[in-house]
């Protein structure tokens, strides 16, 4: 079964508009949700993260929220630059051991922007 | 060399081969995973190492067998593997909770043939 799902495989956004991918989650114990990007032949980047108590976060261009009770995230990019053209991977964190984490990943959205 | 690296980036192994694939990490950090991503499938979690003791084994195939002999390296033994193998093998690392991210090599390619 899988825990994180990111719903949309790809998603086309012309330049200067609002990207908007989603991501839904089935567990209640994941206490930090986290976007990455990344581009081909390169590991994922981390973009912006989230904590459970909260609903929003903002870093520039990149929005995140959160709501709960859906068990939904999404990350909004506006405006959208030709240089967000990645794969965008929605994960959540669970706590382990010692200080450790573990992130369990959506499948990925692949988010082209049109000029 | 910065952030994180992996060698070798491409790797093609037969059924029988044994080799290893390994990571460094030069962020000062205390935890280093192995993921593995198969095509179409999400990165998947192998093993966690924190504080250079194995706190998570995803029920990975004994084929795989880690090792971390300091904080900073973490190696992937490879050995007998099966062509479903063939994957990106990805190697991150993070320090204790502070900022619950991880930060990822660039992965090593592998294809068993």
């Known amino acids: 079964d899988q825990q994180v799902k990111q719903n949309s495989p790809s998603l086309s956004v012309q330049e200067g508009r609002i990207s908007i991918l989603n991501c839904d989650y089935t567990n209640s114990m994941f206490d930090y949700f986290l976007w990455y990007k990344k581009y081909p032949a390169e590991g994922p980047t981390f973009l912006i993260s989230?904590?459970?108590?909260?609903d929003k976060n903002e870093d520039g261009r990149f929005t995140v929220f959160l709501n709960k009770s859906a068990k939904h995230l999404s990350l909004h990019i506006v405006p959208s630059q030709p240089g967000d053209s990645a794969v965008y991977f929605c994960?959540?964190?669970?706590?382990?051991?010692?200080?450790?984490?573990?992130?369990?990943f959506g499948q990925g959205t692949r988010l082209t922007i049109n000029p | 060399e910065t952030g994180v690296t992996q060698t070798p980036r491409h790797l093609v192994m037969g059924m029988t081969n044994k080799k290893s694939l390994k990571c460094e990490q030069h962020?000062?950090?205390?935890?280093m995973y192995w993921y593995k991503q198969s095509a179409k499938k999400p990165l998947e979690l192998m093993f966690v190492?924190?504080?250079?003791?194995?706190?998570e084994n995803n029920s990975v195939p004994s084929r795989f067998s880690p090792e971390c002999p300091n904080s900073s390296h973490l190696f992937l033994h490879l050995h007998t593997l099966q062509p479903e193998d063939s994957a990106l093998y990805l190697c991150?690392?993070?320090?204790?909770?502070?900022?619950?991210?991880?930060?990822f090599g660039p992965g090593t390619r592998l294809t068993v043939t």
């Open positions: 989230i904590s459970s108590i909260k």
């Open positions: 991150a690392s993070s320090q204790d909770r502070a900022s619950y991210e991880q930060y």
């Open positions: 962020l000062g950090h205390n935890a």
């Open positions: 994960a959540a964190s669970a706590k382990l051991q010692k200080g450790a984490q573990k992130l369990v």
């Open positions: 190492y924190s504080l250079e003791e194995r706190v």
